[in-house]
């Protein structure tokens, strides 16, 4: 069965401070693997999705970036954080279904504060 | 433009009375149709799906949903509520761009509480 995992659990860090976020998933290939950002009372924010090693598209123009460095990884990145990214990460691989739709399955999350 | 809207954002239930979460949904093709459940401080669990058949779809933890198409809606129920069903819900429509690139769009999702 495929399991996913977020590391770390919870992050607290400086403003201007750098940040990476890693997922991984396990038990399947070549997912389509993604980022949202959960902010308080705003639901879920898609931030970047990968269909590929290598292969990045953002959706949101920020101060984060993404990087899929191997089939079943997805690392989730900053030079500089703002305060403004807090919030819970959460990393999601894909499953096909039909017509191009992909079925989303979560990892545990990754609670960020920027102080 | 695809869209999900869940109209209520707080909804509270006494345990052991029936549930009905909202889904509204705009999306020009026959939508494949998702219910996520979230715990605080969790990711998120899928509860539940429709892609096609049987408009009455079940799910885990004693959940179902209705998909109508004439309503563009795709509601949530629970018969009897436990106090273990406390969470936040969301609705998803499945999207594609072509290729490889099919995403979720989400409601804003509705916080469950019950009362004992």
């Known amino acids: 069965s495929q399991t996913i995992h977020q590391w770390p659990a919870t992050l607290v860090q400086p403003v201007g401070s750098p940040l990476s976020l890693e997922c991984t998933v396990e038990?399947?290939?070549?997912?389509?693997l993604y980022w949202y950002r959960q902010a308080a009372g705003r639901g879920l924010q898609l931030l970047f999705y990968?269909?590929?090693?290598?292969?990045i598209s953002s959706e949101v123009p920020q101060n984060l970036s993404a990087s899929r460095p191997q089939d079943r990884q997805f690392i989730l990145s900053s030079k500089k954080l703002l305060l403004s990214d807090s919030g819970f990460y959460l990393c999601?691989?894909?499953?096909?279904?039909?017509?191009?739709?992909?079925?989303?399955?979560f990892g545990p999350g990754t609670r960020l504060t920027v102080t | 433009a695809q869209s999900v809207t869940q109209p209520d954002i707080h909804i509270t239930v006494s345990e052991g009375a029936s549930l009905e979460l909202r889904c509204n949904y705009s999306?020009?093709?026959?939508?494949?149709l998702f219910w996520y459940v979230q715990s605080p401080g969790q990711g998120l669990q899928l509860l539940l799906k429709?892609?096609?058949?049987?408009?009455l779809v079940q799910g885990i933890k004693g959940f179902e949903a209705e998909f109508k198409r004439s309503q563009s809606s795709f509601n949530l129920r629970k018969p009897s509520v436990h106090w273990s069903d406390a969470a936040e819900y969301f609705c998803?429509?499945?999207?594609?761009?072509?290729?490889?690139?099919?995403?979720?769009?989400f409601g804003k999702g509705t916080k469950l509480s019950v009362k004992p």
């Open positions: 999306y020009g093709a026959t939508p494949y």
């Open positions: 998803a429509v499945g999207v594609t761009y072509g290729g490889s690139q099919g995403n979720l769009i």
């Open positions: 990968s269909v590929g090693i290598g292969q």
């Open positions: 999601a691989w894909g499953s096909f279904r039909d017509r191009g739709v992909y079925e989303q399955y």
């Open positions: 038990g399947t290939s070549n997912p389509n």
């Open positions: 429709y892609f096609s058949g049987d408009t």
